[in-house]
Nanobody
Framework: QVQLVESGGGLVQPGGSLRLSCAASGSISRLFATGWHRQAPGKQREVVARITSGGSTNYADSVKGRFTISMDSAKNSVSLQMNSLKPEDTAVYYC?????????????????WGQGTPVTVSS
């Protein structure tokens, strides 16, 4: 069973920085893409950033120039460096991974989610 474990969330003042990390465990044979999503209270979950195994990245317009996503395929991990944080970045951040893993007697490609880590930007 593939599991994603996030870490690094917390409380930070506006203008500050945080680094989120996510480690995937399980019988993973291939990591196709990973990303971070967030969900603020009363709002729908939205994509923040994604990165493919080839290194292609995409960012939400609201975080371009402030957030940087990186992936370590060898370690099946992804990180999100968040700088110049704003109060509107406050949300629960979820890690997502599109992987091929051994499950129920075969290699299967599925999307998995972490449990979420809260980020609060406030003075």
């Amino acid at each position: 069973q593939v599991q994603l474990v996030e870490s690094g969330g917390g409380l930070v003042q506006p203008g500050g920085s945080l680094r989120l990390s996510c480690a995937a465990s399980g019988s993973i044979s291939r990591l196709f893409a990973t990303g971070w999503h967030r969900q603020a209270p009363g709002k729908q979950r939205e994509v923040v950033a994604r990165i493919t195994s080839g290194g292609s990245t995409n960012y939400a317009d609201s975080v371009k120039g402030r957030f940087t996503i990186s992936m370590d395929s060898a370690k099946n991990s992804v990180s999100l460096q968040m700088n110049s944080l704003k109060p509107e970045d406050t949300a629960v951040y979820y890690c997502n991974a599109d992987v091929e893993a051994w499950e129920y007697g075969a290699y299967r490609r599925k999307s998995y989610w972490g449990q979420g880590t809260p980020v609060t930007v406030s003075s």
